[in-house]
């Protein structure tokens, strides 16, 4: 009698990571997604379409089907699944510029180094690259672009929620800061007709962000400034939010943000945080997750809600209260102390 295929565990699963990520990478990088959802084609009909090998294509194919990325019929044409259908580029919630950067050189190289940052506690991606991130993403278009899009569809995701939660009326003047191509300001000024905005971020950022506010329905209420939150930030606004950066910095960078900030408020208005809280015990935690990537990709950290809390009353701040919005990301609300 044969025995029964032992059952992968959870390490052999962790261990094997690697090649899942590579096989999605590679899938996104040859657009197949975007090919399958025209008609299900052959391995070979892919390979021509996309400047492939047929063979090793096939068995690439095969391999995620078998994890249910795409799906293979009787006679043998593969077509998209549920899951597939997120790696199209024409989707609202793609992950596409996720899967493509996740297996690049310059990001896959970073995460090797993990056992560098572990060792002497500096940035993994400095260490590999001679450069931090952002410099780097300054000097790589197509790396900007990617990441730059991982962030955008990030914050779509959020967006919506962040505005049905927090009550904004009696707002006139909204500030984003590191606000990219726009998604959390245009779910905030769509909900809330009264309010004006701007968009304050790093200058090849704030470029594209023009081209997307059109297309966003917020162009004529909403100015794109270009600038560097370490050296000042804009004033003038009733509301200032920082979603998803104050954790790419430690406590020295941070500060520096939130005090700049803290100058630009004169005394008045709101600021809202928008970051993950880490939970305590031991329960699976994507922000646990996410913390050890801001000590590979840019020395920052995820944090709780104490540390959160001391950070802004360093910064001349005092936390008003903390507002959940979804799993572990909440807005924490702030006033100048």
């Given at each position: 009698m044969t025995a029964a295929p032992k059952k992968e565990g959870v390490l052999e699963t962790l261990l094997g990571g690697y090649r899942h990520t590579q096989l999605v990478h590679v899938a996104a990088k040859l657009g197949l997604a975007d090919q399958l959802a025209l008609r299900p084609q052959t391995?070979?009909?892919?390979?021509?379409?996309?400047?492939?090998?047929?063979?090793a294509l096939h068995?690439?194919?095969?391999?995620?089907?078998?994890?249910?990325?795409?799906?293979?019929?009787?006679?043998?044409?593969?077509?998209?699944?549920?899951?597939?259908q997120r790696l199209r580029s024409d989707v609202p919630d793609s992950m596409r510029s996720a899967a493509i950067t996740y297996g690049e050189p310059w990001w896959w190289g970073a995460w090797g180094g993990l056992y560098g940052s572990v060792r002497t506690g500096a940035t993994a991606f400095d260490a590999v690259h001679g450069?931090?991130?952002?410099?780097?993403?300054?000097r790589d278009p197509e790396a900007s672009s990617l990441f730059d899009g991982i962030m955008h569809v990030m914050t779509t995701r959020e967006a919506a929620a962040i505005a049905a939660r927090y009550d904004f009326s009696g707002t006139?003047?909204?500030?984003?800061?590191?606000?990219?191509?726009?998604?959390?300001?245009?779910?905030?000024?769509?909900?809330?007709?009264?309010?004006?905005?701007?968009?304050?971020?790093?200058?090849?950022?704030?470029?594209?962000?023009?081209?997307?506010?059109?297309?966003?329905?917020?162009?004529?209420?909403?100015?794109?400034?270009?600038g560097d939150f370490f050296v000042s930030v804009p004033g003038g606004a009733d509301i200032v939010t920082l979603k998803d950066i104050i954790h790419d910095w430690d406590d020295e960078r941070a500060l520096a943000i939130?005090?700049?900030?803290?100058?630009?408020?004169?005394?008045?208005?709101?600021?809202?945080?928008?970051?993950?809280?880490?939970?305590?015990?031991?329960?699976?935690?994507?922000?646990?997750?996410?913390?050890v990537a801001m000590l590979v990709l840019t020395g920052g950290r995820e944090r709780t809600e104490d540390e959160y809390r001391a950070l802004l009353t360093s910064a001349g701040f005092t936390t008003r209260r903390v507002v959940p919005v979804s799993g572990e990301t909440s807005i924490i609300e702030a006033e100048p102390a």
């Open positions: 391995a070979s009909d892919l390979a021509r379409a996309v400047g492939a090998d047929a063979d068995r690439v194919l095969r391999a995620l089907a078998s994890l249910g990325i795409f799906g293979q019929d009787a006679d043998g044409k593969f077509c998209l699944t549920d899951e597939g450069v931090d991130l952002f410099s780097y993403l300054s006139r003047r909204l500030l984003d800061i590191g606000g990219g191509h726009g998604a959390l300001a245009a779910a905030i000024l769509r909900a809330n007709p009264q309010m004006t905005g701007m968009i304050f971020d790093r200058p090849s950022v704030v470029e594209l962000a023009r081209e997307r506010l059109g297309g966003l329905g917020i162009a004529d209420r909403c100015e794109v400034v270009p939130l005090r700049n900030t803290r100058s630009a408020m004169a005394g008045a208005g709101r600021l809202l945080l928008v970051e993950r809280l880490i939970p305590p015990g031991n329960a699976p935690s994507y922000g646990k997750l996410v913390d």
